[in-house]
């Protein structure tokens, strides 16, 4: 994996560099992006960028967009708010028509930043946190992700409503803005359909020593009915075992973050047993009738099957922009934006209608519910909740 992705940041350093003098070409519609090819959110980012170069070549090989060709320009944004918004800085004065951002507000709002200063359209590909909006990026800035308040929300009915979870104790990673507001929502869900929180406890990323948590949680004298883990990267990995070393074995629910096959792995048929997520589709039968198609074709391109969602988000970010410049008939950046809000997009990741800028964009949209069983995933369903919590 770890060779791949070097392969393919390679390669896009390549493309970059030897496109640079064509970003302006007439015949092009160049699309930015500074996604994370590596550090902590690229497990993220890189099947984004996979999912996208899929979706670039399915649009050249049908004929473009408006009589053009795609081309999406990635530079690595490593990691870094900082280094993503020089990115974005750079593609944009190269002439990059719309900027994909990293999948997380604190990553990727840099970009949209930028984006928005340059009066261009900037979408991530999955950052779901509700600052990721117009409210706070401003009216041309978009995300492609159910806001945290749909996926804490759907998290919350499905373990009080479907599964009768009545209690639980939730940790909180004190690490970027998703892991905090995903457990805020969470919670407030879990209250409002009559669940009653044992405790809630914080972490801290990188720590990698879970030993004062479990002695609050021993502390209590009960064990609850389920436990809710807002965390990031291989630290997910790190409580479960540990909450499940000492004996803790109600289920573990949990956000996108979760989609991630190393930590399957990692987890294993011991400890990957009885944990639900909620993400953004399902790589498999059932999700949709375009599924099979993107698998195949992403299957031709990279010799195996897409094994986290996180690569569907990159070929939905792509093919709804081209959607919305067909509809607009430019990549100017307010007509592209109205395109964006009037439009209906069936996507690999479901259904989806933005709100206004005045509602900030909200993304209407479903979320998919997921079961590791001994570390492999299984799909749930597709889940959207009746009622949010206000963002």
């Not at 840099?110 to 984006?115: F, I, L, T, V």
């Not at 905090?180 to 869900?189: I, M, P």
């Not at 790190?238 to 190393?262: F, H, K």
């Amino acid at each position: 994996m770890m060779k791949t992705s070097k392969l393919l940041l390679a390669a896009g350093l390549v493309l970059a560099s030897s496109s640079a003098a064509a970003f302006a070409d007439d015949d092009k519609i160049v699309i930015g992006g500074a996604l994370s090819m590596t550090g902590i959110q690229a497990p993220l980012d890189t099947p984004g960028f996979n999912g996208a170069q899929v979706a670039v070549k399915y649009l050249n090989d049908n004929g473009g967009v408006l009589g053009k060709k795609i081309e999406f320009i990635n530079i690595d944004g490593k990691s870094d708010p900082v280094t993503v918004g020089n990115v974005a800085v750079e593609l944009i004065d190269k002439g990059a028509q719309v900027i994909v951002a990293p999948c997380d507000f604190d990553f990727g709002s840099p970009a949209s930043r930028e984006a928005q200063s340059a009066d261009i359209v900037g979408i991530s590909t999955c950052a779901s946190d509700p600052l990721y909006s117009s409210w706070s990026l401003g009216d041309k800035q978009f995300t492609l992700s159910m806001w945290n308040t749909t996926m804490g929300a759907t998290a919350a009915d499905f373990a009080v409503k479907e599964k009768g979870w009545k209690t639980a104790y939730v940790v909180t990673d004190q690490f970027i803005a998703y892991t905090k507001s995903l457990s805020k929502y969470f919670v407030e869900q879990f209250k409002a359909d009559g669940g009653e929180i044992l405790l809630e406890d914080t972490y801290t990323n990188g720590d990698n020593n879970f030993s004062a948590q479990l002695s609050r949680l021993q502390a209590l004298g009960k064990k609850p009915d389920v436990i809710f883990v807002s965390s990031y990267g291989t630290d997910i990995g790190v409580i479960i075992r540990a909450l499940r070393e000492v004996g803790y074995d109600a289920p573990v629910l949990g956000g996108d973050a979760y989609d991630d096959p190393a930590m399957h792995e990692a987890l294993g048929e011991k400890f990957g047993n009885d944990v639900y997520f909620v993400t953004h589709t399902w790589m498999g039968a059932g999700a949709d009738p375009e599924m099979e198609k993107f698998i195949g074709l992403y299957k031709e391109m990279f010799g195996k099957d897409p094994d986290t969602s996180f690569v569907s988000t990159g070929w939905d970010t792509i093919m709804m922009i081209a959607q919305a410049i067909t509809a607009a008939g430019t990549t100017e950046g307010a007509a592209l934006a109205k395109a964006l809000e009037d439009g209906h997009f069936k996507l690999l990741t479901g259904e989806l209608d933005y709100g206004t800028a005045e509602e900030g964009h909200v993304p209407n949209k479903a979320a998919a519910v997921i079961e590791l069983k001994a570390g492999k995933p299984t799909f749930v369903g597709w889940r959207k909740p009746e009622s949010l919590p206000k963002p």
